[in-house]
């Protein structure tokens, strides 16, 4: 007997979750997303209020696995994340590459995650970007 987790039909309906997109985790170096803005708002959970961000043509990469979803956001809760969003200010229309590319020690239980975010302007075409220098690696969905 299979394992009902298993059954790609289950399995793909989860990344399309009608009005629940799937939201993208930055866990290793590496995970990645691009995508163009939809919606921004306020996302209240159980700490400090965040940034939430909905994209849509979204090129995902999570634990090395790539994939091309309609739609997610994410929640931008991390000091380095926020910050670098705050001073970007991504609009709707606007193209969003987030890219997670280093890990600080901190006086937390966690390490502080460190982000290269670039952000290409939908209206005129003007490129903004921060973060730490990109290293050269092989890429099939960002290429």
Request: charged share 30%.
């Amino acid at each position: 007997m299979t394992d009902i987790y298993d059954d790609p039909e289950l399995a793909d309906t989860t990344t399309d979750a009608g009005d629940f997109p799937p939201t993208i985790k930055f866990i290793q170096i590496g995970d990645r997303l691009r995508g163009t803005v939809t919606d921004v708002s306020k996302f209240k959970g159980a700490g400090d209020p965040a940034i939430k961000y909905t994209f849509a043509e979204v090129k995902a990469k999570q634990a090395g696995v790539q994939q091309l979803l309609p739609k997610a956001e994410i929640i931008a809760g991390a000091k380095n994340l926020k910050g670098q969003l705050m001073t970007l200010k991504p609009r709707a229309g606007d193209t969003v590459d987030i890219e997670l590319v280093e890990f600080r020690p901190s006086n937390y239980a966690s390490p502080t995650k460190i982000y290269k975010i670039n952000v290409d302007r939908g209206e005129d075409g003007a490129a903004a970007s921060i973060g730490p220098a990109d290293g050269s690696d092989e890429e099939d969905l960002f290429a």
